[in-house]
């Protein structure tokens, strides 16, 4: 079974940084491409940024030049470095990852538990 797992949230003061991990392990052939979400109560999922394989990647408006994501394809990992936080970064964390278990399964998407990071004013 395929299983992401996510690291490194948790409390933080307004302008400070958190690192947050993501590890993929079970059964895995190939990753396509790797990203965080977020979701807020009371709002939708939003992606906040995307990672392909050959390591090109994609950010919403908002947290352009404040994060950056990054993976290590031989660990199976996806990060996100998150600076100079908001009180409107707070939000569940969730990683996301194409992932191809087998040579007879096709691409599909898999989806962490979450980790909550909660920026503080």
């Known amino acids: 079974q395929v299983q992401l797992v996510e690291s490194g949230g948790g409390l933080v003061q307004a302008g400070g940084s958190l690192r947050l991990s993501c590890a993929a392990s079970?059964?895995?052939?190939?990753?396509?491409?790797m990203g965080w979400y977020r979701q807020a109560p009371g709002k939708q999922r939003e992606r906040v940024a995307t990672?392909?394989?050959?390591?090109?990647?994609n950010y919403v408006d908002s947290v352009k030049g404040r994060f950056t994501i990054s993976r290590n394809n031989p660990k199976n990992m996806v990060y996100l470095q998150m600076n100079s936080l908001k009180p409107e970064d707070t939000a569940v964390y969730y990683c996301?990852?194409?992932?191809?278990?087998?040579?007879?399964?096709?691409?599909?998407?898999?989806w962490g538990r979450g980790t909550q990071v909660t920026v503080s004013s």
């Open positions: 996301n990852a194409e992932i191809r278990a087998g040579e007879y399964d096709d691409f599909r998407n898999y």
């Open positions: 990672i392909t394989r050959g390591g090109s990647t």
């Open positions: 079970g059964s895995i052939l190939s990753i396509n491409g």
